[in-house]
């Protein structure tokens, strides 16, 4: 099914999206989260300049049968703005770590968005109606003599272009002193969770002044200091479950109901490493950088450096599957201790059904893994191989000594262009993959 | 009403009278929030003015549609609609205010909906019989069934109002939406549900409660989500009070023994924050045979926060008992457990017992409080936690009627004392706060030899909010001891600071003349007080001198009209003729009388940031 993905042209570019064939890129452009809506109508993302941007499922048009409808642009408002600590002598980023939507409750959408400190509810709503008539002026904005007025006017609403708004709701700050990796919403829908490299709060959405702090795994002294969290999500349907992995390699999964302070976790995944594949880069690469429910709760997905890991929630031993990323980099794990990339985060994510898993890689290329099959595809995402309507081809890295035709060798696959978010639509094959600051969106085709 | 011939009056008499209305309605759309507030806040003059027929077909509409503002303007909204029944004309055309109020009711924030909620019930009291089944019961419904949950949250407080007083059809669907509701895909509603399930019971058959009620009440006590069950427990209290006894046994008291050892925290603390209700809700007999058990567990409950709601309800639920073996209950039953929570490892445990444990004294009697209670309150008053500490000093009057203070004052003292020294200021000042109350309990003999030092010793603490409590602090002394106490203790002490070598303290003298100044009356300010204050105005510190010109000008209207003009205006003079800014600009407010804000600093004030700076400095180090 992944080859049936295709390119969708945007029609035109929102203001951050700049085209990377231009090389140079500003760095507030770079998209650092993507995230889709729970019915899928709606994408999100955020930027390293604080920006969100908001996309749009049009409907289906008659004349273009073949596609399921564009996403275009809806809404674009500023959500962070840098800041200074003065107290601690912090400059505080505005890149926006991290998305997530409320569920719909009125006609409005909500969604939270934090940076590093401060996360900051946002209504994104819609106005087509505007308000008509005074009594101290005259249509044309005259001021009336206040003498002359001998009756009164109550507005009344006319109809106008249909007008998106952002404003901000809420602004939950002051609860974190590292930084926020993760924040995920509680299926009761009134509690959500923040995370940083040490703690993680529990919120009440209409709460600000006060959070809770149930995971703290600060020592007393920091020199013994070994692990920090990555990353944090509540579970789907279980509003008293959440789980948290860490720099270990290791999930946690506490629950709430037990104890106000979840310090004690109630199960434990860890897969026991394989001695003879020890080296100086194990822990390193071992690190979990992401960790996701499945949508029917009953499995979590985890992504390390080089690989996805599947884990039944009722299995804490091993992981119920594993899937190679870019196993070619093994060997090439020094070089990328001397660039950094091995510290990067990648995320992954599930399809709507849980049946396929997505995460990114190196030189613009994303995998995808079907769960039933065992299949897996490498695609690429570039304006170059992916032209509006066209069909992606899949990629294939050489891993032997021959690089046969259509192959491309490891040496020449650029680590500057890597894919850390990408966000697959809750219901539809339609997926959204950010390359830097590109954002594409693919779709299953429709014969 | 006449609100019809008000505007054709106002219309005659002249077009300046339209003129003020005509303000307001524009400035219902004024970029300027506070404007639209106070627009909106007088929602009854524009309505009063275009008379009900325009207020009616106009405003109405209008208002219907205004959902997009902010939230503090729809909430004065839709307060303002819950009172508007006779500027449409009265109940004959209450109707007209369900619009504007279903669509606030649908808006998320929930301030906004549960008062427009709150309105609607009040304007359904007003709709006839007949009204109520063709407009209000509509609305009930359409909330009841919209897409989107805020506006189901919303129906769920209006079952109640209009079941009474429609027909016995409706009555059926009204039940039957409600059931669904119960039972609604998305927490908030089942919250909402579960939250008005108590109210609702009230007002159905008793039949119906049984029926109906038992078995929502049942589903939402074992929801999955903790935060439906926990609402679940305050239902139960409306509804054990609503059924017969001999029924309660079979039809309530599962559904409770299962919440009070619900495997969520959350929902064990709900019940134990309930206790009380649920303990008079179902008699003495459940209480004796299942609720003590039940509060023995939650006072021994894992979680510290359970432990903690229980813990403060150990004085409600003792009191609470059957009298014919309430002493029996308490000493076999409910103080072995309180002994355990007095070395409770956590301290929110040990400070919400020490809130109420001194209550237990008065169910028990001296014997028993001697005995049992007073080591007790001796081991409290020596726990590690200030907090604790606190408590147990500021409950002191529930002991002092039973046992007498003096068996307490023996480990009472180093406990003050030991808080009065605290290194957290906060503690410090918390401690300073209670003195006035100690002081009355204790009597001023005891407080003369033991306290007294203390008191003033907080004056010269290097924390400025410290040394500005005990000022206030020696005011209420004076006000309980009187002035004649006053001028034996403390006046002279007080006094005797203003030859201190610290400026700080030179200037507390004056802090400490501006509270005590009314309080010690005519004589003693104009006689002891005046003349130090006058003698200051030569310090060398500019800050003190400007004190005084401010001392001067707030002892003022005490002194008679003689001391003024000799004494005070003359120094008052010559500080305004001062070299320091700052003084001369004190001096000058105080001649011309003008009461300014304390916070208003003359610009450029060097010296007064001088002295803001060091007190910051002080409280940053002791934080």
């Known amino acids: 099914m992944a080859g049936k993905l295709l390119f969708k042209g945007r029609e035109k570019d929102p203001p951050h999206l700049v085209s990377d064939s231009h090389q140079f890129v500003f760095s507030a452009d770079i998209i650092s989260t993507v995230e889709f809506n729970y019915s899928g109508e709606l994408l999100a993302t955020g930027d390293k300049g604080g920006r969100v941007v908001i996309f749009q499922h049009e409907q289906e048009s008659k004349n273009r049968p073949h596609l399921r409808g564009e996403y275009n642009v809806y809404s674009t408002f500023q ?26 409750q009125n006609a409005a959408h909500f969604l939270l968005s934090t940076n590093d400190k401060t996360i900051k509810l946002w209504k994104i709503s819609e106005r087509d109606k505007r308000a008509e008539g005074y009594n101290l002026k005259d249509e044309d904005g005259r001021l009336r003599d206040p003498f002359r007025i001998t009756s009164l006017r109550v507005p009344v609403l006319m109809p106008m272009d249909l007008m998106v708004e952002a404003s901000p709701r809420r602004i939950f700050a002051n609860a974190h002193t590292y930084h926020i990796n993760s924040i995920s919403v509680n299926s009761d829908h009134e509690t959500y969770l923040s995370a940083d490299d040490l703690r993680i709060n529990l919120w009440h959405l209409e709460i600000t002044d006060r959070s809770f702090n149930i995971v703290d795994i600060k020592p007393a002294n920091m ?8 990353a944090a ?11 948290y992995s860490s720099s270990k390699g290791t999930i946690r999964l506490c629950d709430m109901r037990a104890a106000a302070l979840c310090d004690r976790h109630s199960k434990f995944f860890e897969e026991p490493e394989d001695p003879s594949s020890r080296s100086f880069f194990s822990e390193i690469i071992s690190s979990i950088s992401d960790v996701k429910f499945s949508h029917s709760g009953r499995y979590m997905m985890t992504r390390d450096y080089l690989s996805v890991k599947v884990w039944d929630l009722n299995m804490e031993n091993r992981p ?50 079907d769960r039933n099959t065992r299949r897996d595809i490498t695609l690429e995402a570039s304006r170059e191989s992916s032209k509006p309507r066209a069909t992606l081809k899949p990629r294939k890295v050489s891993t032997g000594g021959k690089r046969k035709k259509d192959e491309i060798s490891v040496d020449s696959l650029d680590f500057n262009k890597k894919i850390l978010h990408t966000a697959w639509h809750p219901k539809d094959n339609v997926i959204a993959v950010a390359a830097t600051n590109n954002l594409y969106i693919f779709q299953d085709k429709i014969n | ?32 929030v506070q404007l ?18 325009r207020t009616r077909t106009e405003l109405l509409p209008f208002l219907t549609d205004t959902i997009y503002d902010e939230d503090e303007v729809l909430l004065a909204l839709a307060e303002q609609l819950g009172n508007f029944t006779m500027l449409v004309g009265g109940p004959e055309y209450v109707h007209c205010l369900l619009p504007p109020l279903e669509s606030l009711a649908t808006v998320e924030e929930t301030v906004v909906r549960d008062k427009a909620v709150e309105s609607l019930r009040k304007i359904s009291q007003e709709h006839s019989p007949v009204d109520l089944e063709v407009h209000f019961e509509p609305l009930v419904k359409r909330l009841a069934s919209g897409d989107w949950f805020t506006s189901r949250t919303s129906a769920c407080g209006l079952f109640s109002v209009c079941y009474p007083r429609v027909s016995s059809t409706v009555k059926a669907e009204i039940r039957q939406h409600f059931r669904t509701l119960c039972s609604d895909d998305t927490p908030m509603v089942r919250r909402a549900a579960a939250s008005k399930l108590g109210e609702f019971a009230k007002v159905l058959e008793l039949e119906y409660v049984k029926s109906d009620i038992i078995s929502l009440f049942t589903a939402l006590a074992s929801d999955e989500q903790d935060s439906v069950r926990l609402l679940a427990v305050e239902a139960c209290v409306s509804i054990a009070t609503l059924l017969p006894q001999e029924d309660l046994e079979t039809l309530v008291m599962p559904t409770l023994r299962q919440a009070a050892e619900d495997k969520s925290w959350r929902v064990r603390y709900m019940v134990a924050d309930k206790f009380s209700e649920l303990q008079k809700a179902v008699g003495p007999e459940i209480t004796k045979n299942d609720l003590v058990p039940a509060f023995q567990n939650l006072l021994k409950d894992c979680e510290a926060e359970v432990r903690a709601a229980a813990a403060n309800k150990v004085k409600e639920f003792c009191e609470n008992l059957p009298e014919d073996n309430r002493e029996q209950i308490i000493m076999t039953h409910i103080l072995p457990c309180v002994k355990e929570l007095v070395s409770d490892t956590n301290q929110h445990v040990k400070s919400a017992l020490a809130s109420v444990i001194m209550g237990l004294s008065t169910i028990l009697g001296k014997d028993n409080t001697i005995e049992h209670l007073l080591p007790l309150f001796l081991a409290q008053l020596k726990d590690e936690c200030p907090e604790v500490r606190l408590n147990i000093i500021s409950n002191l009057d529930c002991v002092n009627e039973v046992i007498g203070i003096r068996q307490l004052s023996q480990s009472l003292l180093p406990a003050i004392v030991e808080l009065a020294e605290d290194a957290k200021w906060r503690v410090r000042l918390a401690i300073i706060e209670y003195m006035p109350l100690l002081a009355g309990q204790l009597g001023v003999e005891f407080f003369d030899e033991k306290l007294n030092t203390l008191c003033m010793a907080w004056l010269i603490d290097h924390v400025y909010a410290i040394r500005e409590a005990a000022t206030c602090n020696l005011m209420k002394l004076v006000e309980k001891f009187g002035a004649e106490w006053a001028q034996n203790t403390i006046v002279p002490k007080v006094l005797g600071m203003a030859n201190d070598p610290n400026y700080l303290h030179r200037m507390t003298t004056l802090f400490c003349i501006n509270a ?53 205006k003359p120094v008052l003079e010559k500080l305004a003729s001062d070299t320091d800014m700052d003084v001369k600009y004190f001096a000058q407010e105080a001649i011309s009388g003008k009461s300014f804000p304390i916070t208003e600093y003359p610009p450029e004030s060097r010296q007064h940031f001088y002295k803001i700076f060091i007190d910051v400095q002080d409280q940053l180090v002791n934080v």
Not at chain 1, 223 to 230: G, M, S
Not at chain 2, 543 to 565: E, M, T, W, Y
């Open chain 2, 36 to 53: 639209r507030l106070n627009s909106i806040k007088k929602l009854s003059t524009i309505a009063l003015a275009l008379g009900v027929e």
């Open chain 2, 1 to 32: 009403l006449r609100g019809g011939e008000v505007s054709k009056m106002a219309g005659a008499d002249g077009d300046d009278s339209l003129y003020p209305i005509a303000v307001l309605i524009d400035e219902l759309r004024n970029e300027d």
């Open chain 1, 79 to 104: 959500s962070h703005e840098p800041e200074f600590d003065y107290l601690k002598s912090l400059e505080i980023e505005e890149k926006i770590n991290k998305i997530r939507w409320l569920p719909q």
């Open chain 1, 223 to 230: 020199e013994e200091l070994t692990e920090v969290i990555t």
């Open chain 1, 320 to 369: 119920v599957e594993t899937y190679q990323v870019h196993e070619y980099l093994r060997s090439k794990l020094c070089s990328l201790y001397e660039n950094d990339c091995i510290f990067d985060k990648f995320e992954c994510c599930w399809n709507g059904s849980d049946s396929a898993i997505m995460t990114g890689s190196y030189n613009n290329f994303f995998r995808m893994f």
């Open chain 2, 516 to 568: 005590l100044s009314k309080a010690c009356g005519q004589e003693i300010t104009t006689k002891q007080m005046l003349p130090v204050v006058l003698k200051m105005s030569n310090d060398q510190v500019a800050n003190v001198r400007f004190n005084v010109a401010k001392s001067l000008q707030k002892i003022g209207p005490i002194l008679d009209s003689n001391a003024l003009q000799t004494e005070v």
């Open chain 1, 233 to 243: 999500e509540c579970h789907p349907h279980q509003c008293n479950v959440f789980v």
